[in-house]
């Protein structure tokens, strides 16, 4: 017990330290697929995709039959995406974690079935599917 009071700072450190690492794992929300599950997706349930990334990083390469919507406009041209209301939408980022925020963006435009790329176009790209330029 003597310890843990003689430690206290340095253990307050290694559980704030922890909480932080942590924090983006639990504060994610919402559904994510694998490249394999969006591959799917897109052949079973003609899946609309959106890209959200800038137009470089677009113009370099993208899912096949991606529509280009970057994420700062995601909200004002939400209508756009009206005639997919009834299918599922795959949000696509580079690496994932930002997709999150445009897939509750989408939700709350009424878009009921949002899903999101895991790992994003990086993974995609690993794992050897086509991309379109």
Not at 38 to 60: E, F, G, P, Q, S
Request: proline share 4%; with cysteine.
């Amino acid at each position: 017990m003597k310890f843990l009071i003689d430690q206290i700072f340095l253990i307050g450190i290694a559980v704030l330290s922890g909480g932080a690492l942590l924090w983006p794992v639990l504060t994610q929300r919402g559904k994510k697929a694998s490249p394999q599950e969006v591959t799917l997706l897109i052949n079973r349930t003609k899946a609309a995709i959106v890209d959200i990334r800038d137009a470089a990083a677009y113009a370099n390469g993208h899912l096949p039959e991606a529509k280009h919507i970057p994420a700062g406009e995601l909200a004002n041209r939400t209508g756009e995406l009206d005639k997919f209301k009834n299918r599922t939408i795959v949000v696509v980022c580079q690496q994932g974690a930002r997709a999150f925020g445009a897939a509750k963006t989408l939700e709350k435009a009424g878009y009921e079935n949002v899903v999101v790329l895991e790992g994003g176009q990086a993974a995609w790209e690993t794992a050897g599917l086509p991309l379109a330029k």
